[in-house]
């Protein structure tokens, strides 16, 4: 098995933040997108329920 070395030697400085970076990103997208795909969601959900009940339509 091949071990996993966290030494990044003389860069590491430059290394371990650019993988934090990155993390970020990541994550930030993701919640990013289960907000939107939560909001698009509760739209669609009012729409067909306004379709269904014209009268409650503003």
Same mark, same amino acid.
């Given at each position: 098995?091949? !071990?996993?070395?966290?030494s990044a030697?003389?860069?590491? =400085?430059f290394v +371990?933040?650019?993988?934090?970076?990155? #993390?970020?990103?990541? !994550?930030?997208?993701?919640?990013?997108?289960?907000?939107? =795909?939560?909001? +698009?969601?509760?739209?669609?959900?009012? #729409?067909?329920?306004?379709?269904?009940?014209?009268?409650?339509?503003?």
């Amino acid at each position: 098995m091949i !071990a996993l070395s966290l030494s990044a030697g003389k860069y590491a =400085a430059f290394v +371990w933040p650019a993988y934090a970076v990155t #993390l970020l990103g990541f !994550a930030w997208m993701i919640v990013d997108t289960l907000a939107r =795909a939560r909001r +698009w969601r509760r739209k669609f959900d009012q #729409l067909e329920a306004d379709q269904q009940n014209p009268r409650r339509a503003k």
